[in-house]
T-cell receptor
Framework: GIQVEQSPPDLILQEGANSTLRCNFS?????LQWFHQNPWGQLINLFY???GTKQNGRLSATTVATERYSLLYISSSQTTDSGVYFC?????????FGDGTTLTVKP | ETGVTQSPTHLIKTRGQQVTLRCSSQ?????VSWYQQALGQGPQFIFQ???????GRGNFPPRFSGLQFPNYSSELNVNALELDDSALYLC???????????FGPGTRLTVT
């Protein structure tokens, strides 16, 4: 099946810093989503982005489907951005998640 | 618009027992997918139901089964519980096969 790799696994930032999270996938996909999982386990949709670039406030994402990767950018990070960020891809009717990037933003 | 809901929130079962978890999809959605998330890992796809039929399945044994009802709500049933079944169980709803998924808050299952 398709492999999804996220990097880095852990990231510690000072409040106000910028960061880039990466998601690589091993095969062509029908879609890609980025999620933020809060400490209570709720997965929050950030972006549905099978290709191209989208922005939502301090967050933006870019997917280059032909090169099989997606990037999530977080600018001017805040402590509330802490948590685990997942990318998930849909291929042949099956969703596959990466293992996530755990982001800690320190005040 | 009503979001995805799951019940119960927490559950403790004994090895060998059976459990049923429930999920109500977001209004207007006809597809429900179930995931198992072990501690420190990403969610693992169990199966998907689309218009009351199983539409895809991950690498889970047959003791994991499901149902989808005419109102598109869904149940996940797990028989003969094992200790390794302890996890957060998430359901997600979407329209027409899961293009963009919306997740419920999850059910945390502990098997002792």
């Amino acid at each position: 099946g398709i492999q999804v790799e996220q990097s880095p696994p852990d990231l510690i930032l000072q409040e106000g810093a910028n960061s880039t999270l990466r998601c690589n996938f091993s095969d062509s996909v029908n879609n890609l989503q980025w999620f933020h999982q809060n400490p209570w386990g709720q997965l929050i949709n950030l972006f549905y982005i099978p290709s191209g670039t989208k922005q939502n406030g301090r967050l933006s994402a870019t997917t280059v489907a032909t090169e099989r990767y997606s990037l999530l950018y977080i600018s001017s990070s805040q402590t509330t951005d802490s948590g685990v960020y997942f990318c998930a891809v849909l291929n042949a009717g099956k969703s596959t998640f990466g293992d996530g990037t755990t982001l800690t933003v320190k005040p | 618009e009503t979001g995805v809901t799951q019940s119960p929130t927490h559950l403790i079962k004994t090895r060998g027992q059976q459990v049923t978890l429930r999920c109500s999809s977001q209004s207007g959605h006809n597809t429900v997918s179930w995931y198992q998330q072990a501690l420190g890992q990403g969610p693992q796809f169990i199966f998907q139901y689309y218009r009351e039929e199983e539409n895809g399945r991950g690498n889970f044994p047959p003791r994991f089964s499901g149902l989808q009802f005419p109102n598109y709500s869904s149940e996940l049933n797990v028989n003969a519980l094992e200790l390794d079944d302890s996890a957060l169980y998430l359901c997600a709803s979407s329209l027409d096969g899961g293009v963009e998924q919306y997740f419920g808050p999850g059910t945390r299952l502990t098997v002792t």
